[in-house]
């Protein structure tokens, strides 16, 4: 499936700041046999002193941009085209889930794909023992490490409540579950933590997902958003696999990867600092088209 990407993301501050610097993860990755990059640009207006880009320690694209003038507003405007692959049906190889212990004991792969960085608490996915709790009530005798993702991310779709008025990006994943309620990122913090409960090693992906209009209706531009699921390491044999317990579905060809990382922290769209004074507003609009 092909698409074309545009998103904008506008900041308005109510004070001119006199310097600002940002990271942006917003471009998608190339990912060997499931995902492309195509052409791509992104404008930023006002021009910045310094704008540069790398590549982080998970392997996702960061741009670097600071003004050291005065500034009313920051917009961001990006426009990319990206191939992206079927994936394979899952082989009933996964590693049982009471044996992926040992197999985690036994790898020294330390590269940015390794299990063993996802596997500790971090931040946004904390040790919870309400989320452990649930998580392991879940569990059946001789499961597979795969068959536990699916069982996790179907009941938290299922006793969730996706409201984007009951949480902000800043909501602790305990209190998001506690309400039972919230948006993507919610959901895929909760279903991170329910995973490490467990010992399954699990991160979290940002990225974008095409969306379907109303039957009769038109496809609206802009309406689309950025997205957040789960990735999981499921044995040696198969390896990462992907979960959206938003919507309770495996990962597939509507899926845009922008990034992978432990948690929100590490793919955050836009992060960074400013000097001055007064608050700020910020607009975000995505539009994802089928390429036909």
């Not at 023992?129 to 991310?153: C, Y």
């Amino acid at each position: 499936m092909q698409y074309d990407i545009t998103l904008r993301i506008d900041y308005d501050y109510t004070h001119p700041t006199d310097r600002t610097r940002n990271l942006l993860r917003i471009l998608p990755r190339d990912i060997p046999g499931l995902q492309t990059l195509g052409n791509w640009t992104l404008a930023l207006t006002p021009t910045p002193s310094e704008k540069t880009g790398f590549t982080d320690f998970f392997g996702n694209a960061v741009t670097s941009a600071m003004w050291d003038y005065p500034i009313e507003e920051v917009k961001i405007a990006l426009s990319v085209q990206v191939e992206r692959l079927s994936t394979a049906p899952l082989l009933s190889l996964a590693t049982p889930l009471d044996r992926l212990d040992r197999e985690l004991d036994a790898s020294r792969d330390v590269s940015a794909q390794s299990p063993l960085h996802f596997t500790a608490p971090s931040r946004r996915a904390p040790q919870i023992k309400e989320i452990a709790t649930f998580a392991r009530d879940l569990m059946q005798p001789g499961i597979t490490a795969a068959e536990a993702v699916q069982i996790i991310g179907s009941a938290i779709h299922d006793t969730m409540t996706y409201s984007e008025e009951a949480t902000t990006v800043d909501t602790p994943t305990a209190e998001a579950f506690a309400k039972r309620a919230g948006v993507c990122q919610d959901f895929s913090h909760i279903m991170i933590t329910c995973l490490r409960s467990l010992g399954i090693p699990a991160g979290y992906v940002s990225g974008f997902l095409r969306t379907f209009p109303p039957p009769g209706k038109e496809k609206l531009v802009g309406v689309d958003a950025m997205h957040a699921w789960v990735s999981a390491w499921v044995g040696p044999e198969i390896g990462w696999i992907e979960f959206d317990p938003t919507n309770d579905q495996a990962v597939n060809s509507d899926y845009i990867t922008i990034g992978y990382g432990r948690d929100y922290d590490d793919v955050a769209p836009v992060v960074g600092a400013m000097r001055g004074a007064g608050d700020q507003t910020s607009d975000q609009s995505v539009d994802v088209a089928v390429i036909e």
